[in-house]
């Protein structure tokens, strides 16, 4: 199909080509467009959006007059050149002089008027980039001044809309060609006019802009004429130049006619692919969030510019379009197989009040299963066909409809659309995105094959669900007022990850369990890095709204939610948050918002805290206390009496300069035990630097315990003689310690160990400060009369480094996951520094020891299916214990366990049969292919491509980087580059599983510096993608010389990455600093370590 015949078949769709109003304004505006405003997008490679109504009315309005007009018939040079001939000689001269210095004075007002004009088109059209950068302020004028008469002047200059005008509807009409991957769209936008302006700014970008009008919704109104209008790239925005003001509070339409491509970068509307029966076939999906809605329709992109929309889709009848909202009544002509023109055209119902980064639809050929919820709701999953036939996609359809009827009747809020879609697409930036209504997942987060996936699989995948339908209501319904507060909806969602799995399989115990490893320890790790930031942080360009969506929104907005549910009591939260959705419901709302009705919630039981005031201090500060617990033994007060002190939890260097002025409230909950009993715990408020508090009376035997449950978001730190009572306890009777606090103490206590503090101290002779971020471990306790916390801070940090080492010597008898777990992490933060050392094998060796006991006595999992296929398990805190001794045992070099891994590979070889137990396949795919030859590799490689379930690719693919051979390490990074082979989101996951290999360090951090442009350009605007990465391949780096290498590469590539590399920085300088001042210690102290203990 040609061009011109294209064009004119999408204009049938969208105008019945009512020439009284389009080709009004077409003509009206034109002219100026072309001869005027060199800088905007209507130019002859871009046709205007009448042209695909009718060719020849184009054609007809785009005769314009020449530049140079003509005065009856002659131009001014010929009128003076016929009247020369006919006058006299004397009169000639002076008539010469009068010419002359008519002539000059004519060059003279053109030449002014010239620069006048170009001066003023400069400022008014702004069409280059290097038009946005900010004027420097004139003498005798600040800069501040300077800017905001600009921004009044030029409003399309500032980085945030103006505010003069606010949508109230859109009605978007957008035909999809998938032969050619273009769409043509019309959007005509109701606006209120809040103040009087000659300006239309909003938003668009990588869009074609055709025709542009404005028209007064009121009888009699009338078009409002456009001069100019003109792209403005700096911020992404379209700005529509008027020849009078728009008058508030008036109404007004403004129209815009655009095309574009459907691109392949993931964001914006953009396409995917799969392969079905040997076909590929093709499907085209939205992704908005959070500023990407400009890139498939001109709008006001910015969160609190909620409107409602009303979306026609047009595209081929061979595909179907999905959207927020059901099909309208009548309005969809697909039953017959399309309309008169062959083509479908489907109107959708019009939507609540939303931001514009929530609207979205798809196209695609893809089939459906559904059930109905609570109400009627029609709960549709969406997904290739041979998905849906294999029924894939029904665990999660069952579990979307529990979970709706469970947010429903926890937020008292009833979900507002009358259907919910569930989109399972092959290629996604992210895990999911919650579009109301039409939430769109990548495959392996939301399809699942019960025959081969584990039961880690099946909760993350479950817990990606519970977190987008929780979007429904935080999110969705309430919306952040701006990105600063975007923790407002990505906390809540992951806090409600773990509450909602808890309902679906309670015995799963994840919000008092998993919740701490998962998310509160490692978010702790990040957060007391002093490249850390606070979790409401100002926002001002475009580039800063993509670093707030990092964990400390996500994890560490969960973990302060958990902490404020546990102080007001889950009666209370649950009422202020019933308050807060209904008072801001299609609305938007910012964190006083939230503060104000969980503090009335408190205050309609007679509870005055305020709210506000205690959680101001955790999201507007950077980081974290360390509580240190100590019994008061002064001669002044008996053994009934702590002291309680907090400072500002920092890994590496004293910080951002104030960080020791930091202080939090802090909600200290604190028990007391003896041997086989533990009393009440009880609250204490901590508001100042150090406090003393009554507590029961204790003896030398009774022992603190702080943060009970770790509901509290920071660490708590004890006298030495305290620790002394707590290993003691956990040797002798580990249970009288919930398992949480006993998760919660091995990670505090290694933490702790490894923390610079910059007490100075005295060394022989010489002060100095310690040096080391990363202190993990020390050759050497305390002498015996270095008994205070002070004392032992000054050798090392807040612990002496035996302590943690001391604490995991009972984990023999430890028969619980989640302490393991807490342990297993902090073995292998070790692991990565100490993996390319000579003297190794004795970390590992020590490692093994502790593993041997529990390992053996737990055993290896039966290989036979569940007879029902079922994926809920009773069993789950056994099987995650026991694949988590498996993967220790190992990947630290268990004979045995590699045996195991070597036969179940053999075996699935020989038979074609796999017989691995589904929960450990990663694990023995892993160990069999760093173990055995080439050919075990290219086995691999041969089943990962002939798989068809999403979590058996995913392991498998992860497991083809556990290789020692270099070659086919380096061969597999140079593949994951080839979409085609490796989905693009999967390839972040082989640069970073290659760095984790020991072998593959060097080639995997050689390949991200090489590659580095392309890597940046695939994955730079993707929220997560790009610091995973950049994580991902340097936090194993430890050398000196690594270390240069990243700084030289931050230096030459840093510019646009964001705050990772910077973060990656801290980290590898504290990797190095620790090799440098404490390897050699390390070492030193497991030649002497004891034997784990045994009852």
């Known amino acids: 199909m040609h061009v011109e015949a294209q064009q004119k078949h999408f204009g049938g769709f969208f105008f019945s080509c009512n020439r009284a109003t389009a080709t009004f304004a077409h003509r009206t505006n034109h002219k100026k467009v072309v001869d005027e405003d060199h800088v905007s997008s209507s130019s002859s490679s871009s046709p205007s959006f009448e042209a695909f109504c009718d060719p020849l009315q184009s054609q007809q309005s785009s005769k314009l007059k020449p530049a140079g007009a003509m005065r009856n018939g002659r131009g001014t040079s010929e009128q003076w050149a016929a009247a020369a001939p006919g006058v006299r000689p004397r009169a000639a001269s002076v008539r010469r002089r009068l010419v002359l210095a008519f002539a000059l004075a004519v060059l003279t007002l053109v030449a002014v008027t010239a620069a006048a004009v170009a001066l ?13 950068a900010a004027a420097t302020a004139g003498p005798g004028r600040r800069g501040g001044e300077r800017a905001e008469e600009e921004a009044a002047a030029a409003p399309w200059r500032a980085s945030r809309l103006p505010g003069s005008l606010r949508p109230r509807h859109y009605d978007l009409r957008v035909a999809v060609r998938m032969d050619n991957f273009t769409f043509a769209g019309d959007v005509s936008i109701d606006v209120e006019c809040v103040n009087a302006t000659r300006f239309v700014v909003l938003h668009a970008h990588a869009l074609q802009v055709s025709s542009v009008s404005v028209t007064a919704n009121r009888p009699g109104g009338g078009a409002v004429r456009v001069q100019r209008h003109f792209l403005f790239p700096a911020n992404q925005m379209l700005v529509l130049v008027l020849h009078r003001e728009l008058k508030a509070p008036r109404t007004y339409r403004v129209n815009v006619t655009f095309d574009a491509a459907i691109e392949d970068e993931l964001l914006g509307f953009f396409r995917s692919s799969y392969t079905l029966d040997g076909e590929r076939r093709y499907l085209a999906v939205t992704q908005f969030s959070p500023t990407h809605a400009r890139k498939a329709f001109p709008c006001f992109d910015e969160p609190a510019y909620k409107a409602t929309f009303s979306l026609s889709l047009r595209h081929d009848p061979q595909y179907t379009s999905l959207a927020n909202m059901p099909v309208e009544r009548g309005g969809g002509d697909d039953d017959d197989g399309g309309g008169d023109d062959g083509w479908t055209t489907r109107r959708f119902a019009r939507t609540p009040r939303m931001s514009t980064y929530y609207l979205a639809w798809a196209v695609c050929n893809f089939t459906s299963r559904e059930t109905r919820g609570d109400g009627g709701v029609a709960i549709r999953l969406f997904a290739r066909p041979d998905a849906v036939a294999s029924g894939a996609g029904d665990y999660s359809l069952h579990i979307a409809k529990r979970l709706l009827g469970f947010y429903q009747d926890f937020f008292q809020v009833q979900y507002s659309l009358p259907k919910l879609d569930l989109l399972a697409v092959p290629k996604h930036p992210y895990a999911a995105m919650e579009n109301w209504g039409l939430s769109v997942f990548v495959e392996q987060k939301i399809l699942l094959d019960a025959r081969v996936s584990s039961a880690s699989y099946r909760m993350e995948l479950t817990m990606v669900v519970v977190h987008e339908i929780c979007h429904q209501w935080f999110g969705d319904l309430v919306t952040p007022v701006w990105w600063e507060d975007v923790w407002l909806k990505e906390g809540f969602a992951h806090y409600f990850e773990y509450v909602g799995t808890d309902f679906l399989f309670p015995k799963w115990n994840m919000e008092k369990q998993r919740f701490l490893t998962d998310v509160l320890h490692e978010v702790m790790l990040l957060d007391g890095l002093s490249s850390s930031h606070a979790i ?137 035990g003896n041997g086989s009993w533990v009393c009440s715990e009880r609250l204490i408020w901590i508001h100042n630097k150090t406090e003393t508090h009554r507590v029961s009376e204790m003896d030398d035997e009774t022992w603190l315990l702080g943060n009970i449950n770790q509901t509290g978001y920071f660490r708590v730190n004890y006298d030495l003689q305290n620790w002394k009572l707590l290993i003691q306890q956990l040797r002798t009777n580990p249970q009288v310690i919930s398992v949480g606090n006993r998760a919660g103490l091995i990670d505090d206590a290694f933490n702790l160990a490894r923390c610079r503090i910059s007490d100075v101290i005295i060394n022989e002779g010489r002060k100095h400060r310690t040096s080391s971020p990363y202190i993990r471990y020390h050759a050497r306790t305390p002498s015996s009369g270095c008994l205070t916390m002070r004392c032992a801070a000054r050798r090392a940090g807040y612990l002496p480094q035996g302590v943690p080492l001391q604490l995991i010597g009972y984990l023999a008898e430890e028969a619980a996951f989640l302490p393991w777990h807490a342990a297993s992490r902090a073995l292998y933060q070790l692991d990565k520094l100490l993996d390319r050392t000579d003297d190794y094998a004795l970390f590992s060796d020590y490692v093994l020891k502790q593993v041997a006991s529990r390992y053996h006595q737990m055993g290896w999992p039966s290989n036979a299916a569940n007879g029902d296929g079922s994926v809920l398990r009773a069993s789950y805190q056994t099987e995650e214990l026991q694949r988590e001794l498996i993967m220790l045992a190992c990947s630290f070099g268990n004979k045995q366990c590699h045996r195991q891994a070597v036969g179940y590979i053999s075996d699935w070889i020989s038979s074609n049969k796999n017989r691995i137990p589904p929960n450990i396949r990663d694990v023995i795919y892993c160990t069999g292919v760093s173990l055995m030859d080439e050919d075990v590799w290219e086995f691999i490689w041969m089943k990962f491509h002939s798989s068809n379930a999403i979590s058996e690719k995913k392991i498998l693919l992860e497991a083809l980087t556990c290789s020692d051979n270099t070659f086919l390490l380096n061969r597999l990074l140079n593949l994951s580059l080839t979409s085609d082979l490796v989905a693009e989101q999967d390839a972040i996951d082989v640069v970073v599983h290659v760095g984790r290999n020991p072998r593959g360090r060097n080639l995997a951090w050689r390949f991200f510096r090489d590659k580095w442009d392309v890597l940046n350009a695939r994955y730079g605007e993707a929220l997560f993608m790009n610091s995973r990465l950049i994580n991902g391949v340097t936090e194993f780096l430890n050398t000196d010389a690594e270390l240069y290498e990243l700084k030289d590469f931050i230096q030459s590539n840093g510019v646009g990455a964001g705050p990772a590399l910077a973060r990656a920085l801290e980290v590898v300088e504290g990797n190095v600093r620790w090799h440098r001042l404490h390897r050699r210690h390390f070492y030193q102290w497991l030649r002497k370590a004891p034997s784990p203990a045994h009852r």
């Open 536 to 672: 409401s942080q100002e926002v001002q360009d475009a580039a800063d709204i993509h670093r707030v969506f990092d964990w400390i929104a996500y994890k560490k907005g969960a973990a302060l939610i958990r902490m404020l549910a546990n102080v007001m009591g889950q009666r209370l939260f649950r009422k202020g948050l019933n308050d807060y959705l209904l008072s801001h419901m299609y609305g938007n709302a910012a964190r006083d918002d939230l503060w104000r009705k969980l503090s009335e919630a408190m205050r309609s039981e007679g509870q005055g805290i305020d709210i506000g005031a205690v959680m101001d201090r955790w999201t507007l500060q950077m980081g974290y206390p360390v509580v240190t617990i100590s019994k008061n033994r002064s001669e002044r007060f008996a053994t009934r009496y702590i002291t309680v002190s907090q400072e500002h939890f920092l890994y590496g260097q004293d910080g951002r300069g104030n960080s020791s002025s930091l202080q939090w409230q802090v909600p200290l909950t604190v028990a007391m």
């Open 120 to 132: 003023g088109v400069r400022f008014e059209e702004c069409g280059g980039p290097e038009e946005g």
